[in-house]
Nanobody, 127 residues
Framework: QVQLVESGGGLVQVGGSLRLSCAAS????????MGWFRQAPGKERDFVAA????????RYADSVKGRFTISRDNAKNTVYLQMNSLKPEDTAVYYC????????????????????WGQGTQVTVSS
């Protein structure tokens, strides 16, 4: 079991930026797929971005392409989500997720494919 701790959420104006962090407790992320998801009130938990820790391969939801960047820091065992040009529709609770990378190439996009979750961090974009 991997324990995930998110940080970096907050209140930002439209067009602003935030960087979310997700750190692992107890083990390294090597060999894992790391994902960011978000959930707005009354809505499903949606895929935002994911990265294969070993290869660095990434995938993004169409709604965030060109604005968000997922990255990882091996030395800090931390995955980041840099969010730029934020819009009101980006307002949600953002969750970090992890699951073992069993293929080396498949970047998992569904929340059902992840079995470790952080507690979530609120991002609010005001207009």
């Amino acid at each position: 079991q991997v324990q995930l701790v998110e940080s970096g959420g907050g209140l930002v104006q439209v067009g602003g930026s935030l960087r979310l962090s997700c750190a692992a407790s107890g083990r390294t992320f090597s060999g894992y797929v790391m994902g960011w998801f978000r959930q707005a009130p009354g809505k499903e938990r949606d895929f935002v971005a994911a990265i294969l820790w070993n290869s660095g391969s990434t995938r993004y939801a169409d709604s965030v392409k060109g604005r968000f960047t997922i990255s990882r820091d091996n030395a800090k065992n931390t995955v980041y989500l840099q969010m730029n040009s934020l819009k009101p529709e980006d307002t949600a609770v953002y969750y970090c997720a992890a699951t073992q990378d069993t293929t080396g190439w498949y970047v998992r996009l569904s929340a059902y494919e992840y079995d470790n979750w952080g507690q979530g961090t609120q991002v609010t974009v005001s207009s």
